[in-house]
């Protein structure tokens, strides 16, 4: 198994940046994508972006719109998420997550198999 944990979340205002950790332990090596996902109260988890961990290539959602970034650091087992400009709309619950086998699209949400325990991120106007 996997394990996952989030760090970096809290309140920043408008226009502000925030980067969010997700520290991979366990059975890295089984690792072929880390995906990040985000839930705002009363709407679906939808997908953020994802990075290959072998490569680092990186994906995102077209609402991402170029503010935010996704790398790793190999050595650490962790990727980080970027993000700047940040809007009242990405006000959401973030979450992490590992996709073992490429059991779907990056989008795909049923293909992660191991989740973080999620963390608050709030944007204030």
């Known amino acids: 198994q996997v394990q996952l944990v989030e760090s970096g979340g809290g309140l920043v205002q408008a226009g502000g940046s925030l980067r969010l950790s997700c520290a991979a332990s366990?059975?890295?090596?089984?690792?072929?994508?880390i995906g990040w996902f985000r839930q705002a109260p009363g709407k679906e988890r939808e997908f953020v972006g994802a990075?290959?961990?072998?490569?680092?290539?990186?994906s995102s959602a077209d609402f991402v719109q170029g503010r935010f970034t996704i790398s790793r650091d190999n050595e650490k087992n962790t990727v980080y998420l970027q993000m700047n400009s940040l809007n009242v709309e990405d006000t959401a619950v973030y979450y992490c997550?590992?996709?073992?086998?490429?059991?779907?699209?990056?989008?795909?949400?049923?293909?992660?198999?191991?989740w973080g325990q999620g963390n608050q991120v709030t944007v204030s106007a």
């Open positions: 366990g059975r890295t090596f089984t690792v072929s994508r």
């Open positions: 990075i290959i961990w072998s490569s680092g290539l990186p």
């Open positions: 997550s590992c996709d073992p086998d490429y059991n779907g699209p990056a989008y795909f949400r049923a293909a992660y198999a191991y």
